[in-house]
């Protein structure tokens, strides 16, 4: 279905493992779920490809996505940015490229 590129870890050439938490799944919301909750900003939207949880990216203050990765250990998400269709697995930390269920 998809595979991963080349890995930060060390260089070498690594592939995502957790290929099988993709799942066809909807946006949370219209922004940063918890940013809209405090009234935060975000620079670029990041979509959990678990549970659809939509959170704002590093650049952001408040680091939502990476936050749920570390809350509820869902592995992969994905960029929702407009022409962006890159993923990131958390755990391999490695870009996924994927065949993304729609």
């Given amino acids: 279905m998809c595979e991963g590129r080349i890995?930060?870890?060390?260089?070498a050439a690594m592939e995502?493992?957790?290929l099988d938490h993709i799942h066809k799944v909807k946006p949370s919301a219209k922004?940063?779920?918890?940013?809209?909750?405090?009234?935060?900003t975000w620079v670029h939207l990041r979509m959990?490809?678990?549970c659809g949880h939509v959170g704002c990216c590093d650049s952001s203050p408040n680091k939502h996505?990476?936050?749920?990765?570390?809350k509820v250990k869902h592995p992969i998400m994905?960029?929702?940015e407009p022409g962006e269709?890159?993923?990131?697995?958390?755990i391999d930390e490695v870009e996924v490229d994927?065949?993304?269920p729609s």
């Fill in 7 to 11: 890995g930060a870890r060390e260089g």
């Fill in 85 to 90: 269709s890159w993923g990131w697995c958390y």
């Fill in 65 to 70: 996505a990476t936050k749920h990765f570390h």
């Fill in 16 to 18: 995502c493992t957790h």
């Fill in 48 to 50: 959990c490809m678990e």
């Fill in 78 to 80: 994905r960029s929702i």
């Fill in 98 to 100: 994927a065949a993304w």
């Fill in 31 to 40: 922004g940063c779920e918890d940013c809209l909750k405090i009234g935060g």
